[in-house]
């Protein structure tokens, strides 16, 4: 039976149940240790709201410098979810040095360690990789990770989550060159209009058709993002890919993360700028994305199909 690493050990494939495949417990407080028993009493409160709604697993695609193992391991036996963390770096900006000017070997070695042994020295491994471009164009830096993330995807059968905004045809071509299967790789925020390049609804949605054909999958979280991308355009998309056979190569959630202020209020992401996202909580996976699927034809049985058994076959060869 495959073994899926997760935050208190591993678990049986079959085990996921419905999976939350993009979200973030701590990704901008992490080096703020003043604010560790309000970011974690948030955490397990939200993370328990998710699993009474039938959330069973989260997966935190916050690597590096992301990760406060401190936080994650006290967090742990307060919620019932199981969370799946991952290995790999964010966008170059995010990352900092020395991790930046690490080789391509180097990052195979840290990756293939968090994997196998553990993050930090905690013996806590990894289960997935995450890796992150900023435009179509990619950088040196960017394909040296992408190659490294190719390498060792291969090698070990994890899945790569992929922060997409724009680009997920250079990260799909890069990765494959190098030797990842495309099926284990799914590119995130990709329905974000800024990343279109140009491209119409239309021709945006013919263009993440062609990643899911060569084997690709999509994830979906941009509810109660309209800023971004209208509900009307979202549903667009993914009921074009439903409509053509791609039910299998869809995934979604809402990316959530959160931020501790100086005062202790809890600012949700984009919140200052567009207060309606203030609710944008994991809940609303279920109580928001759900019904908006619903109402635009969407079954429960495409529902489940993609927050459970697609993330399910998306771990299903992982060897680690």
């Known amino acids: 039976m495959t073994k899926i690493q997760t935050l208190t050990g591993p678990i049986d494939l079959d085990q996921l149940g419905e999976t939350m495949m993009h979200e973030h417990v701590f990704f901008w407080n992490w080096g703020e240790e003043h604010k560790r028993s309000a970011s974690i009493a948030y955490a397990r409160d939200e993370l328990n709201k998710l699993s009474a709604c039938g959330a069973s ?148 949605a013919r263009y993440l058709e062609a990643i899911c054909r060569e084997g690709g999958s999509l994830f979906f979280n941009n509810y109660q993002f309209e800023f971004d991308t209208p509900h009307e355009d979202l549903m667009y998309i993914m009921h074009y890919l439903l409509d053509r056979g791609y039910l299998n190569r869809m995934m979604f959630g809402m990316d959530v993360n959160f931020n501790v202020g100086d005062d202790g209020y809890i600012w949700m992401e984009a919140e200052k700028e567009h207060p309606e996202t203030k609710y944008r909580n994991w809940e609303a996976i279920y109580t928001g994305f759900v019904p908006l699927l619903k109402s635009w034809g969407f079954t429960d049985e495409h529902i489940r199909t993609m927050l459970r058994d697609n993330p399910r076959a998306m771990f299903s060869t992982t060897r680690i």
């Open 57 to 204: 697993t989260l997966v935190d695609v916050g690597p590096l410098p992301h990760r406060n193992m401190a936080w994650y391991q006290e967090l742990a036996p307060q919620v019932e979810i199981k969370i799946i963390l991952s290995t790999g770096f964010y966008l170059e900006a995010f990352t900092p040095e020395p991790a930046r000017s690490l080789s391509e070997s180097a990052c195979i070695d840290r990756f293939l360690r968090e994997l196998t042994e553990g993050i930090q020295g905690t013996g806590v491994r990894a289960g997935l990789i995450k890796a992150a471009s900023n435009k179509a164009q990619l950088t040196d830096w960017e394909m040296k990770v992408l190659r490294a993330a190719a390498r060792v995807q291969r090698e070990t059968g994890v899945p790569v989550c992929l922060h997409s905004c724009e680009g997920a045809r250079s990260q799909f071509d890069v990765l494959v060159a190098n030797g990842a299967d495309p099926e284990r790789l799914y590119f995130s925020h990709v329905e974000a209009e800024f990343g279109w390049e140009n491209r119409t609804l239309k021709e945006e």
